[in-house]
């Protein structure tokens, strides 16, 4: 089944420099292949699993986007609200 373009690519070009981009798995291959086609290098895409690793932690972010098909749980919206305030203007 060929992958459809539109969303991710969207949502990819739109992020701010060096913001980091969830992916909806830890397969994050596919969305890095997108990311350098599209010029966006600057992204750092990881899977969901960066959340509730607590590998935000410290660091100071430009913004936090999830993919638009990924669907956060219990504990993964709960360290995303806390990574959230690591965001800096």
Do not use: C
Not at 68 to 85: F, V
């Amino acid at each position: 089944m060929a992958r459809q373009t539109g969303q991710t690519t969207s949502q990819l070009k739109a992020a701010p420099k060096n913001a980091v981009f969830i992916w909806v798995s830890g397969a994050t291959q596919y969305p890095r292949d997108l990311a350098r086609k599209l010029g966006r290098e600057d992204l750092k895409i990881v899977g969901p699993d960066w959340l509730t690793s607590d590998r935000w932690r410290g660091l100071e972010l430009s913004d936090i986007i999830l993919d638009h098909a990924l669907t956060l749980k219990g504990r993964e919206w709960e360290a995303y609200d806390h990574a959230k305030t690591r965001i800096r203007p």
